[in-house]
């Protein structure tokens, strides 16, 4: 029997994007899968019904009772897992730390649930890693939209109406999602500087042709890691930052800690010394937020300065960003689908690091300990 994979259209609000485009649809059916998917699943992206040649339409329902595999963006419902088969397997985004009783559901259920959040940054596993690509997403967008909030322009611009300077552009946080917003900035023709705390982004920073804010404070302690700041030197790190805050006309910060709230990097008084017509994109804002002036999904003006604090970026670049996760999802499921029929290797650290139930139990410990413990 062939293995069917099913793809639901996404229904969370404002969730554009589609678990599986047509490119990867015909790679699973050359596999030997078969692909059912939701009429309308891909539209939202601008991937049409009618591009989904290798792909069999069906009701969520029949999807769902038929799936071997479910791949999905968001998590799926305690409906759709109540409607899966024992034993069918589930991949997407899962959110688990904000969802114990869906985490309880599918293991009361006998799903077999893989978190992309969870799998291994890994050099093998950098073509699975969906936290890379949808914050390159998120990164470059929170760009366009610090260019569209300004009343500025991005690049020097000679004109016979005289010279206009660049925008000046502060990213904190050289990730995954600050790196690519230093190069879109960039592109646009920003000054651009960064910081992040972690010293080996200095030279990637550089490489992209920003400037790295140096604090004079090295966080670097034995053996590589970073060691606790005294408070001598958290407040003369705050210092330079909050200089360099108050001389950018736009700040997009993309700082996290994983597992943890965002780290609060923007103080009220900060953002005080800004300009009036600056603006903060915090992409952290879903986290808590690196500004204490952010509010999630929402534009707050304080004093003249625009503080945007944006929710799900990657869904409003719905086509790249479907095809990125869909290319992830795929590279993922692969291996298990080698032989025709889905055979999971759980000596593979990748699966071995991913998975979240199975067997109906929960495999994951630190979701484990704080589903048993009761603390979402
Ligand atoms: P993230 O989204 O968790 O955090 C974004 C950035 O915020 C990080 O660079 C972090 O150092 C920074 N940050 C945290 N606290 C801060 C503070 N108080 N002030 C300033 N900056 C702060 O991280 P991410 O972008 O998902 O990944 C971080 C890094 O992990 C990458 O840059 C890369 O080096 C590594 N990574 C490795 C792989 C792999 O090997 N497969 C894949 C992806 C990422």
């Given at each position: 029997m062939p293995v069917v994979v099913g793809v639901l259209?996404?229904?969370?609000?404002?969730?554009?994007?589609?678990?599986?485009?047509p490119e990867i649809a015909a790679k699973l059916k050359a596999l030997g899968a078969v692909v059912m998917i939701e009429r309308g699943a891909g539209t939202a992206a601008n991937?049409?019904?009618?591009?989904?040649?290798?792909a069999e339409f069906a009701s969520s329902s029949e999807i769902l009772a038929r799936a071997d595999v479910l791949l999905k963006v968001q998590p799926p419902s305690s409906l759709e897992v109540d409607a899966l088969k024992r034993g069918a397997v589930v991949i997407g985004f899962m959110q688990a730390y904000a969802r114990p009783e869906l985490v309880r559901a599918l293991a009361a259920h006998g799903v077999t649930s893989f978190a992309m959040?969870?799998?291994?940054?890994i050099s093998r596993a950098q073509s699975m890693d969906a936290l890379s690509s949808q914050a390159a997403v998120a990164g470059y967008k929170a760009v366009l939209l610090a260019a569209n909030a300004l009343?500025?322009?991005?690049p020097m611009l000679t004109t016979a109406a005289g010279t206009i300077r660049p925008a000046t552009v502060l990213v904190i946080g050289a990730g995954v999602a600050g790196l690519q917003a230093i190069a879109t900035a960039r592109r646009l023709g920003a000054v651009v500087e960064a910081y992040d705390?972690?010293?080996?982004?200095r030279d990637q920073v550089k490489s992209l042709g920003a400037k790295f804010v140096e604090t004079?404070?090295?966080?670097e302690g034995a053996g590589g890691y970073a060691r606790e700041l005294t408070d001598e030197e958290k407040a003369r790190q705050q210092e330079v930052l909050d200089a360099r805050i108050a001389a950018s006309d736009a700040v997009i910060s993309t700082a996290s800690v994983p597992?943890?709230?965002?780290?609060?990097?923007?103080?009220q008084a900060a953002v005080e010394r800004m300009r009036p017509g600056s603006v903060i994109i915090d992409i952290a804002a879903e986290q808590g937020?690196?500004?204490?002036l952010t509010r999630a999904g929402e534009t707050v003006v304080h004093g003249g300065v625009k503080i945007v604090g944006p929710v799900n970026l990657p869904a409003t670049l719905a086509f790249n960003a479907s095809e990125m996760y869909s290319r992830n999802l795929f590279n993922l499921l692969k291996p298990a689908l080698a032989k025709g029929e889905l055979a999971i290797d759980w000596q593979d650290e990748v699966f071995a690091g991913a998975v979240l139930t199975h067997d109906g139990q929960i495999k994951h410990e630190a979701t484990r300990k704080a589903v048993e413990g009761g603390s979402p």
């Open positions: 259209k996404e229904s969370a609000a404002n969730e554009n994007r589609v678990a599986i485009v991937f049409p019904d009618g591009g989904y040649k290798d959040e969870l799998v291994p940054r009343e500025k322009f991005m705390v972690r010293s080996a982004t004079g404070v090295s966080a597992g943890r709230a965002a780290p609060r990097i923007i103080g937020g690196n500004c204490a």
